[in-house]
Nanobody, 121 residues
Framework: QVQLVESGGGLVQPGGSLRLSCVASGNIFRINAMAWYRQVPGKQRELVTYITSDGSTDIEDFVKGRFTTSRDNAKNTWYLQMNSLKPEDSAVYYC???????????????WGQGTQVTVSS
């Protein structure tokens, strides 16, 4: 069993910053790509950014220059640093990871429970 737990969401004023964290635990052999998604009510979940096992990253244009991602492989943790937040960034943010469990040769995608980010004055 693999679990992902997010933290760091909350209410912030426009222009402010938040850092989200996601910790993976459980029966883990290897974590490949780690990613952040977000979803607002009535819309599909959208990819925000991902980071591969070797540290390569990609980030969507709508947050480029404001959001960055990083990971600490030793802690099975990855982060989403969000700066210059806008009201349209308000959403539930989900972390995900492509994980090979210790008892499997396959890789599976796991999800965190989501954390609410609200940008409002």
């Amino acid at each position: 069993q693999v679990q992902l737990v997010e933290s760091g969401g909350g209410l912030v004023q426009p222009g402010g910053s938040l850092r989200l964290s996601c910790v993976a635990s459980g029966n883990i052999f290897r974590i490949n790509a780690m990613a952040w998604y977000r979803q607002v009510p009535g819309k599909q979940r959208e990819l925000v950014t991902y980071i591969t096992s070797d540290g390569s990253t990609d980030i969507e244009d709508f947050v480029k220059g404001r959001f960055t991602t990083s990971r600490d492989n030793a802690k099975n943790t990855w982060y989403l640093q969000m700066n210059s937040l806008k009201p349209e960034d308000s959403a539930v943010y989900y972390c995900s990871a492509d994980v090979r469990p210790s008892d499997s040769r396959n890789t599976y995608k796991y999800w965190g429970q989501g954390t609410q980010v609200t940008v409002s004055s």
